[in-house]
């Protein structure tokens, strides 16, 4: 069964606060998002693989660390998976971007994919796919769906806000793939909506509606 991790970090918790709250604006919505992703992605990073390398520094010859292993990769699920890639590239600038496009029918909550477009060695890659909602779970199962179908295998699954519905839905699918949230909310609503959630994730960091 696959990890599903709340990263419980202060800073995490404060920010999310802020764009919970339906008083902020396009403007500070966008940074926070990506900022929070930032934090998570400095969290669920502890664990990559190094290596020694000996290199020369001013003073003579020292032994030190660097990366070692898959080269790193973001896959966004468009639209609003968007809003959380310039926080990923802050602190690995030289990651490759794939981009997934899926919609939610409003009414029936079934995911369609418009889109994808990845890097070609996506199969050697580790892929932290990032989405600021996780709410039935299905745009997600099939994102990684279409992942696995282009040879990928070796992702993480990192989003703002969950519903115990689509942790539970994600992890029966792929129990290959860990979750990382930075919160877990009570349930979705008849609507779909994850509750106390921040709405529509697209629509506030796009202004749209
Ligand atoms: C939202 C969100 C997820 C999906 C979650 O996208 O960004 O991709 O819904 O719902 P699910 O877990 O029930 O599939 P939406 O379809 O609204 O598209 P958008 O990103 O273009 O706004
Ligand atoms: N998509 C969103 O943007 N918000 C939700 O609460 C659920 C799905």
Redesign the pocket.
Known sequence: MAKFTVLNHPLIQHKLTIIRNKDTGTKVFREVANEIAELMVYEITRDLAMEDITIETPMGSAVEKQLSGKKLAVVP??????GMVDGVLKLIPAAKVGHI??????KT?Q?HEYFVKLPPDIDQRQLFIV?????????????IDALKKRGATSMRLVVLVA?PE?VK?VQDAHPDVDIYAAGLDDR?NED?YIVPGLG????R??G?K
């Not at 989405?131 to 994102?143: F, N, Q, R, V, Y």
């Not at 529509?200 to 629509?203: L, T």
């Open positions: 699920i468009l639209r609003a998976g968007l496009g899926m919609y939610r029918d409003e909550l995911p989405d600021p909602m996780l709410a039935t779970g299905g745009s997600a199962i099939m994102a519903a689509g839905a979705l779909g529509d994730a697209g629509d960091l796009f749209t």
